[in-house]
């Protein structure tokens, strides 16, 4: 995920410098998840994958997202940015507005909610 942290942006004045610890401080405890790989139980009798929608049956590797909603899975090659379709590396996801939400990689959760600096690239 990029840095979102003010010494990596020179040219920041005190009020953007302030606003943007804010923003990256709010936006880690809200919306920043990791996902956890485990395979459903045997006795599953399955579940659907929330990007494929293919089933996921038992005894098979999920990721599971606890943010996006509990028993929520996916296949791990469908765990991916709902935008850019990228797969989320290192499991990382953010999930805006909560459970049921899709999942962003970290640029384009920022896209969605900050414009970007056109000199800096960071929201």
């Known amino acids: 995920i990029p840095p979102l942290q003010p010494q990596f942006c020179h ?3 005190e009020v953007e410098r302030r606003e943007l610890k804010l923003f990256a401080q709010r936006r880690k405890r809200e919306n920043l998840g ?3 790989v485990r395979p459903l139980p045997l006795t599953s009798v399955g579940a659907v994958c929330q990007q494929c929608g ?3 049956r038992g005894g098979a590797l999920a990721v ?3 943010r996006a909603g509990l028993g929520l899975c996916w296949h791990p090659q469908c765990f991916q940015c ?3 379709h990228q797969p989320l590396v290192d499991l990382v996801y953010f999930c ?3 459970a049921g939400g899709l999942l962003l990689c970290g ?3 920022g896209d969605s909610l900050r414009h970007r ?5 960071e929201v």
Do not use: E, M, T, W
Not at 117 to 121: F, H, L, M, N, Q
């Open 11 to 13: 040219d920041l004045d």
């Open 34 to 36: 990791q996902g956890s």
């Open 54 to 56: 293919g089933a996921v």
């Open 64 to 66: 599971f997202a606890a």
């Open 82 to 84: 709902h935008q850019c």
């Open 96 to 98: 805006p507005g909560g």
């Open 107 to 109: 640029r384009h959760h």
């Open 117 to 121: 600096c056109p000199g800096c690239d």
